[in-house]
């Protein structure tokens, strides 16, 4: 296959921007560059079909159909046998229609439908994030997040009390793999994490930053905390929004590194991303707690380790300084998993559970790791430039309605929809005149 | 009554009690437990049929019964079900039938628009983790207001898709022209609205279909309807209270979710029946570009998902915009008190031979599909050791000891992997390299450490590996 290839994208040039609301048109022309994918999957791709003639229309498809079958083989290996899965019970289906046996109703029966109250007795806690001037710091906003005392939306019952915030990811580490889709946006800021944060704020919309400190990893640079403090400076400075700090992974790393960090940049509320089960939790505990910031308990899906980490971090740090993130799956690769231990959290927080009342954090970026958001694939499933970010999208607001109140994204696109999305579920109102679906027509049909 | 409420001696009592064995368990009791999970239908206790046991059945069946009724659109093999759930939450039990996928299409589309979108619904297949993912229901509505054009569109594409269909019609005669052609195939109808729900009452009756009973954003008249509807006799009813733009997102999660709450946890009187929701309200919105009306309906259908929609039914057919959805309404619908895991078994990757790489790997079917589809794609031959990693991934089986030297070495024993090959050589996934001492220490093999991610098995084949060091 060819190193680069052009072709045309079968959408009007401008949707991504449309769809990110961009401020400023940037691509002027229909001619997307292509290059091979990062990951070599030896697969046979959707090379040799233009993937020009694909498009979102039905005919289109028709065009391509024959070759639906070969690409599925090659793509999902329909040779393997499927073997292990049980199938599933369905209940026997019952008699059908029974002639009516009593005087039929000549009128409609009146019914009101109840709307269910529920019974909360546990509250999840509010959490600042951020510091403004008159707060100690230089932010131009803080934000709070949590209070919930209701399930995730049931406005029914509790209008949402705090929106949740949409931060977005920049990396001090210009080689961090990322898929062209999401590369396509950030190449010319790829080595400055300062104006990567400004350009994240000022053209798509991120309300907060939050910075991953690659290059501290011993594995890649091992840049000192020093490095690290300059940094987030450099980051503080070119954008008025909060920040969140993450570090590489390494847990006595990144303790140097939070410490460092804390003691030389003091009020601004920090978030720290974050303290896990393996750090030091005392002297994690104490960093947090002495320098008022404020921090991500992060554990891998399992209620009961999130437990366990909340309570030990109580011994040193106060409850509304702690946001808990139970690990975010992709929609693909373990989603489901995701989403109900998050929703097996917020639940027991709200029966009153006192060691999961926080409000949760997602890695909504991990949605890249699905091969299906980023990966070529049959010319049916183009563009690409639509599927990795819908794929994010749809990750993070399907964990959104568990509840999730601070998200780490990557996507301008994706940034924008669970914006868009949040809108719509904080609004309330009803539409004056409900859409009736069954009479719509779409293109004179 | 939910799920999980149901201990299985209440149901113990009411069977037969002999222990025939005649369902395939050893006993009443182990049978009793798989009805309460729902592993296992009455009907496999033949003995129950009996005369004598009506009563016993009547009461098994209303205790077994889902909160929400299972409803059945369509005849024969091509049938599917829709609703049939017990819980709110997936965590409490499982969910069990996905929301059904409905292609639209009206009776004024040209030719070629309505044919694809047909093909579409019949070819669209993605196999995910060995599953076929597939479309299943087209959505044939009238926009003409003609019943002949109508019945004209039904007849095509009664002819073109197998798949059951929906009628969308809310003028009687037009709803009953397509009937007259595709009565007896069981299409649900939609659907009886507080003007017309007599007229469809009566249809539903004579061509035995189930219903829709439609009330956009007023969910009382949606409950007049149902109510109105058991009273004629209508016992298979779908509720379709309507879907709202993402603008008024908060009005469709409202909605789902009073409506799936009052079935599952108040058993209220009318409402214990699957939803329709029409992500489709997207395409009502005037956008610039029809990717933004495909994109919003996508984010639609994946919030009906995960609140209780049953049904979706869907306008745009682009690959992008249908792949997340059907993978989201899987993930979902897998039942969260087992992953979903293979069989473990030594698997022939192409024409291997004594000289043939063995590559180790876990058998949750995510590590199993990725992997086999990596190295069948690089037609590489070898054999794949798939070892009981009770369904686990490779880092989760390995720190959960799912997988451990232990069960590995038993593995290559078990599955007689001396006998395949020359060497003594296994290659293991690069997330178990903590493993290779034990591993090589426990079964005498040596071990290799792969890559991470099975992407780099081609390369790490034809650059690094070799079984016979000097
Ligand atoms: C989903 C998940 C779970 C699910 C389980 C899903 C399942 N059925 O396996 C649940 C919630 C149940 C779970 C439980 C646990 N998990 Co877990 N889990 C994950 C998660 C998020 C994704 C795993 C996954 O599905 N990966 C996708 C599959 C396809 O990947 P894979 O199997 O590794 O296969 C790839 C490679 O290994 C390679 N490969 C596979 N086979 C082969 C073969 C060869 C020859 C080669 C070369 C390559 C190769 O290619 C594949 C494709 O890339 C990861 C974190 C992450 N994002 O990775 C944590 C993670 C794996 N879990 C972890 C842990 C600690 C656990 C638990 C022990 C405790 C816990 N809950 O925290 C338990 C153990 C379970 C048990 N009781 O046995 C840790 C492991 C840490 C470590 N390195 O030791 C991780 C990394 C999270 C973390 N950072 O802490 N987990
Ligand atoms: S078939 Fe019925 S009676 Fe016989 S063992 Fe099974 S449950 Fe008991």
Not at chain 1, 161 to 167: D, F, G, I, S, T
Not at chain 2, 262 to 274: D, F, H, S, T
């Amino acid at each position: 296959m060819p190193k680069e290839k052009k072709i045309n994208l079968p959408i009007s040039a401008d949707i991504l921007e449309r769809l990110a609301k961009f401020q400023e048109i940037e691509l002027q022309d229909v001619d997307i560059e292509f290059e091979e994918i990062e990951l070599d999957l030896g697969t046979g791709g959707g090379g040799g079909i233009n993937s020009g003639v694909m498009s979102r229309m039905a005919y289109e498809f028709a065009q391509i159909r024959d070759s639906t079958n070969r690409l599925t083989y090659l793509l999902g290996g329909g040779a393997i046998p499927t073997t292990g899965y049980a199938q599933q019970a369905v209940q026997p289906q019952q008699v059908t229609q029974v002639a009516p046996s009593r005087v039929l109703p000549t009128e409609l029966i009146t019914a009101k439908t109840s709307i269910p109250q529920g019974d909360y007795s546990g509250e999840v806690v509010e959490v600042r994030l951020g510091a403004t001037k008159s707060e100690g710091g230089t932010r131009g906003k803080s934000y709070v997040i949590g209070g919930q005392t209701t399930p995730a939306y049931y406005n029914f019952q509790v209008k949402p009390k705090n929106r949740p915030v949409l931060a977005m990811d920049v990396f001090d580490w210009p080689k961090v793999p990322l898929s062209k889709a999401v590369k396509m946006h950030f190449r010319p800021v790829l080595n400055d994490v300062g104006e990567w944060a400004r350009l994240c704020v000022d053209k798509f919309g991120a309300e907060m930053i939050n910075i991953h400190l690659l290059t501290i990893d011993p594995l890649i640079e091992d840049a000192s905390p020093k490095a690290a403090v300059k940094t987030v400076e450099n980051v503080l400075q070119a954008v008025d929004v909060p920040v969140s700090i993450g570090g590489c992974g390494d847990p006595q790393k990144d303790l140097k590194v939070f410490t460092a960090i804390s003691e030389q940049i003091e009020g601004e509320n920090l978030l720290i991303n974050s303290v896990t089960l393996d750090m030091d939790i005392e002297k994690s505990g104490e960093m947090i707690r002495d320098h008022n910031n404020t921090v991500i308990a992060f554990t891998s899906m399992d209620v009961n380790k999130a437990r366990e980490l909340n309570r030990k971090l109580y011994d040193f740090v106060p409850k509304n300084q702690i946001l808990m993130d139970t690990t975010t799956a992709a929609l693909g690769y373990g989603l489901d998993y995701a989403f109900t231990v998050m929703e097996r959290c917020r639940l027991a927080a709200l029966k009153g559970d006192p060691e999961l009342n926080h409000p949760m954090s997602s890695g909504t970026t991990n949605a890249w790791a699905a091969r299906e958001a980023w990966m070529k694939m049959g010319p049916e499933f183009d563009p690409r430039e639509l599927r990795g970010p819908i794929w994010e999208t749809i990750t993070g607001q399907t964990l959104l309605l568990t509840g999730i109140d601070y998200f780490m994204m990557m996507h301008p696109a994706a940034v924008n929809a669970l914006k868009v999305m949040i809108d719509g579920l904080m609004k309330g109102e009803k539409p004056n005149q409900p859409t009736d679906w069954v009479s719509i027509t779409v293109g004179g049909n | 009554m939910p799920a999980k409420e149901l201990s299985p001696i209440e149901i113990y009592k009411l069977l037969p009690g002999t222990s025939c064995k005649e369902c395939g368990e050893t006993n009443c009791m182990a049978f009793a437990a798989k009805l309460v999970n729902r592993e296992a239908t009455l009907e496999e206790c033949k003995p129950l049929l009996e005369e004598k046991y009506a009563d016993n059945f009547a009461e098994l069946w209303s205790l077994l019964k889902p909160a929400v009724k299972a409803v059945e659109v369509g005849v024969g093999e091509n049938a599917i079900t829709i609703g049939g759930e017990y819980v709110l939450y997936r965590h409490d039990f499982t969910y069990f039938h996905q929301p059904a996928i409905a292609i639209d299409v009206t009776d004024e589309m040209s030719d070629e628009e309505f044919e694809t979108r047909i093909h579409v619904l019949n070819d669209f297949a993605y196999n995910y983790i060995g599953m076929d993912l597939t479309l299943d229901m087209l959505n044939i509505r009238c926009t003409s207001g003609d019943p002949q054009k109508f019945a004209e569109a039904v007849k095509k594409a009664d002819e073109l898709t197998r798949k059951p269909l929906m009628l969308v019609a809310h003028n009687p005669v037009v709803l009953e022209a397509g009937l007259e052609v595709v009565g007896e195939k069981r299409p649900l109808i939609h659907g009886a609205t507080k003007d017309n729900w007599k007229e469809v009452a009566e249809l539903a009756l004579k061509y035995s279909c189930p219903v829709v009973a439609y009330s956009p954003s007023d969910l009382d008249t949606l409950k007049s309807i149902a109510l109105t509807l058991e009273e004629y006799g209508i016992k298979d009813i779908a509720l379709d209270p309507g879907t709202q733009p993402t603008e008024y997102m908060s009005v469709n999660t409202d909605t789902y979710t009073i409506l799936r709450w009052n079935a599952i946890n108040e058993e209220e009187k009318g409402l214990g029946y699957p939803l329709i929701g029409a992500p489709m309200a997207a395409w009502a919105v005037e956008e610039e570009d029809p990717v933004l009306n495909e994109w919003n309906e996508a984010v639609i259908a994946g919030v009906l998902t995960a609140r209780f929609a049953d049904l979706l039914v869907i306008h745009g057919i682009s690959g992008w915009s249908l792949l997340p959805q059907i993978i989201l309404r899987s993930n979902l619908y897998t039942d969260p008190r087992k992953p979903v895991s293979v069989e473990p078994e030594l698997v022939i990757m192409g024409t291997p031979d004594e000289n043939s790489p063995v590559l180790l790997t876990t058998n949750f079917a995510l590590t199993y599909y990725t992997v086999a589809n990596d190295i069948e794609n690089a037609k590489i031959n070898g054999y794949l050791l798939v070892v009981d990693s009770e369904g686990m991934s490779v880092e989760s089986a390995v720190a959960g000891r799912k997988m451990t030297a232990e069960s590995v070495a038993e593995a290559i024993k078990d599955f007689k992997v001396e006998d395949m090959v020359k060497h003594r050589n296994i290659i293991i996934p690069g997330r178990s390299a903590r493993l290779s001492g034990e591993i090589q220490e426990e079964s005498g093999w040596s071990v290799s450490v792969g890559p991470l991610d099975s992407s780099g098995i081609p390369s790490y084949l034809s650059e690094k590996w070799n079984p016979y060091p000097e």
